[in-house]
Every structure is written in structure tokens, then in C-alpha cells.
């Protein structure tokens, strides 16, 4: 079994300066979970939540996602000088930058810190903490569209 090049932790605090939610187009998956906890959140159902700040996206097969929109200059909805949802935030923003493709060598979390200012920074992270928010991005299962 291959070594992970962050055995010995990684530093991370989020220093909420807009990186991973401006500047370029992006896709914010939604689970059940976020969902309902962005609507409560927003004193709002779901369905008025969805209507309000989502949309749907499709994949290469067709099948449709619910995705939080994302303002005409690729600035997620909810920011203004900072999160607005940062307490109910999605968990694909709550694991950053513990994803799969940041995680995947040395070099690729090495690339990420070029534009992140939060990472190498901070708080320690165990391997232990990094596997289990890893685990959580991986295992979401974003809200898809019945037809």
C-alpha cells in the first residue's frame, strides 16, 4: 500500500477569501442534507430554496443534478464580502480542500496552495481527519433530477 504524502497531517484554515467561490465556473453539487440545510437556513422549503438559488445541471448521460447557481461573473450566490451561508454550507464546500483530485499527489495539493491562501496555514489536520472529510466528499450523493 502506497505511502499517502499526507501522513503526517496537512495544515488548513479556511481564511474565507473567496478563491474556491469566485472567478471561475463551477459546479456545487447538492446532497439531500444540503439542501434541507441551506432551506432552513434561508427560512425557506426546499422547493422555494431550489427555485431561488439552484439549477439544474446535466451530465454527459443526460442525467440532471441540483447545483447551487453561481452569479454572472462565476461568483457563487452566496457571496458577498464572504459566505452568507458559511454555517449551512454545502458539504462539497465544507471538505474542501480535502478532494479527491487536491489529495491525489504532493504536487497536485502543492498546485492548489498556489492559489488558496488558507492551505499550509493553520490548523492541523491528522491523516486520520483528512481521510474522513475525504470519505465525505467522496460518499455525497447529489439530488438528481425524476423524470
Known amino acids: 500500500m502506497e505511502e499517502k504524502f499526507y501522513k503526517d497531517g496537512l495544515k488548513f484554515s479556511c481564511r474565507q477569501c473567496s478563491f ?16 434541507k440545510r441551506l432551506s432552513d437556513w434561508a427560512g425557506l422549503t426546499t422547493e422555494q430554496f431550489t427555485l431561488a438559488f439552484c439549477r439544474w445541471i446535466k451530465d454527459d448521460d443526460g442525467k440532471e443534478y441540483l447545483s447551487l447557481r453561481e452569479k454572472q461573473n462565476y461568483e457563487c450566490i452566496f457571496w458577498k464580502n464572504g459566505c452568507e451561508a458559511y454555517e449551512a454550507r454545502p458539504n462539497q464546500c465544507r471538505t474542501y480542500p480535502f ?10 495539493w502543492e498546485a492548489e496552495c498556489k492559489d488558496c491562501p ?23 450523493v447529489p439530488v438528481t433530477k425524476c423524470d
Open 20 to 35: 474556491c467561490c469566485t472567478g471561475f465556473p463551477g459546479v456545487v453539487l447538492l446532497s439531500e442534507e444540503d439542501l
Open 99 to 108: 478532494w479527491t483530485n487536491v489529495l491525489e499527489s504532493k504536487e497536485a
Open 118 to 140: 488558507g492551505m499550509n496555514q493553520g490548523e492541523l489536520h491528522s491523516a486520520e481527519e483528512i481521510e474522513s472529510e475525504l470519505l465525505k466528499y467522496m460518499s455525497r
